[in-house]
């Protein structure tokens, strides 16, 4: 068993601790010291990086070299609220420099009026590749890549329309 210690603590301990543990809390809580007059210089920031340049079309580039603009492009397109309009697609590649009377789009709605689930537009390269692009409900994400021609230098099969604007 235990015993406890008969002598008392005096009133000078207590006073003492007490005192100790008051100068504790306040030396916790006072505020931190000035900032010396003549801080170290701070390290400077590394310069910015600049971002990468956005893909630039190439007109004497293969498909391949082009696709990435190509796919900007249409992720751009599909990010806006023109994101179901083959139109908008198409203007927006021309406006980047392909050739309009090279592409070919499917229609916007269905024969009975409804938005498709599926829009594809395409960029005939040269007499071996197309570069196609497809969006909509039933893709996701857009999806784009380098195809082989078709025959007669067609690049989407089925019915497209036709590009008079």
Not at 15 to 22: D, E, K, S, W, Y
Not at 44 to 60: L, R, V
Not at 105 to 130: I, K, Y
Request: with cysteine; glycine share 6%.
């Amino acid at each position: 068993m235990l015993r406890r210690p008969n002598a008392p603590v005096s009133r000078a301990t207590r006073g003492v601790l007490t005192a100790a543990a008051v100068a504790m809390l306040l030396t916790a809580c006072s505020p931190t010291p000035n900032p010396s007059t003549n801080p170290e210089p701070a390290e400077s920031a590394p310069a910015a990086t600049e971002a990468p340049e956005a893909p630039a079309y190439d007109p004497a580039g293969t498909a391949e070299a082009n696709l990435p603009v190509f796919t900007a492009v249409t992720q751009q397109v599909w990010a806006s609220e023109q994101r179901a309009s083959g139109r908008a697609y198409v203007d927006a590649l021309v406006a980047v420099g392909f050739d309009r009377a090279l592409m070919q789009v499917t229609p916007d709605e269905t024969t009975v009026g409804n938005a498709v689930e599926s829009l594809q537009f395409s960029v005939r390269w040269g007499d071996a590749h197309c570069l196609i692009g497809q969006v909509g409900p039933s893709t996701g994400e857009p999806v784009t890549a380098v195809m082989a021609q078709l025959a007669e230098g067609r690049c989407l099969v089925g019915t497209t329309r036709p590009i008079d604007w």
